[in-house]
């Protein structure tokens, strides 16, 4: 039977399923439109579309790394208690995996993660078995030409995997064993202190210039003359500078050093120079509105759901 555009029209209104999906499940059924809905709800793409609108701010942060290559992805689902679900862990490891191949956020979320389904259409099938709303939502990728890129993962779950995840690149030529125990507690750092910025020059400069306008209004408070006042932001920027910049920052590990001393006298051990390449600190959730309900309201949606 010939399958028609105000067929496919008909199915996603009554499912909200894609349209390739709806034409798909028209073809597998002989545009037998009650059939269609059937294997749509079967393939759990009906049941996961309905549950698309819930906030899933809650997931897991997995790190992989290959060498001179590392990656950190974050999937989203709506509860802590998924995140915990073993087959949910499997499909977050594959997918930090399939990583180490792509470039970007955009091209692993349409990457062939398994018999031929894609990042974003396993999720899908995977929402219908699990139950609730999950998805794929960003990956950050470091690489340096020679040395190493390490992760750390913060209070792991599973193996490597958490609520924060932490890639830390090193540039060197010096032994590589070595390089990565380093890189492994430059990570560790990272988790503690948030740094903003690997450098100061590398720091967003509305953000510079936002600091400054706020500490000096806090300052003209004090009824200082502009020019002590000036000198009074001046020194407090160099505190931000100090305290939110990753080479600046006392190291964790020993609390005298900075960073960037750490790494200078570390080449120095190693005899090769080492320079920090770049680092990727992702939180499960930030950014993410979540919405407040209390515990009558999610068994209320869980009912209705």
């Known amino acids: 039977m010939a399958i028609t555009a105000a067929m496919v029209k008909e199915l996603r209104e009554k499912t909200s399923a894609g349209m390739m999906d709806c034409k798909k499940a028209l073809n597998e059924t002989n545009g037998d439109m009650d059939a269609a809905v059937d294997w749509l709800r079967k393939k759990g793409i009906a049941k996961a579309d309905k549950k698309a609108s819930r906030v899933a701010a809650e997931g897991l942060v997995a790190a992989a790394t290959d060498g001179k290559t590392g990656v950190v992805v974050e999937v989203n689902s709506e509860t802590d208690f998924v995140a915990r679900n073993e087959l949910f862990q499997e499909t977050v490891g594959k997918i930090a995996k399939r990583g180490l191949t792509v470039s970007d956020s955009a091209a692993l979320a349409d990457a062939d993660l398994e018999g031929g389904k894609s990042v974003t259409g396993y999720l899908t099938e995977l929402v219908g078995k699990i139950g609730e709303n999950m998805s794929f939502r960003r990956m950050e990728k470091l690489e340096v030409p020679q040395g190493v890129v390490a992760s750390y993962i913060h209070n792991a779950v599973a193996p490597d995997m958490g609520r924060i995840g932490v890639l830390v ?133 869980a009912v209705n759901g």
Request: charged share 35%.
């Open 169 to 301: 690149a090193l540039e060197s030529a010096g032994d590589t064993a070595k390089l990565e125990g380093l890189a492994k507690k430059i990570a560790m750092h990272v988790a503690a202190t948030s740094p903003l910025a690997n450098t100061v020059d590398d720091l967003d400069p509305a953000l510079v210039s936002k600091e400054r306008e706020m500490l000096k209004a806090e300052a003209l408070e004090s009824g200082k003359p502009e020019n002590i006042v000036d000198k009074m932001v001046d020194g407090r920027m160099q505190k931000f500078f100090k305290e939110s910049v990753l080479a600046t920052q006392v190291f964790v590990m020993d609390g005298e050093r900075t960073v960037e001393k750490v790494l200078e006298d570390e080449g120095k051990t190693l005899g090769s120079d080492i320079v920090l390449a770049g680092f990727v600190r992702m939180a499960v959730g930030e950014g993410i509105e979540k919405k407040e309900e209390n515990f009558a309201e999610e068994v209320a949606a």
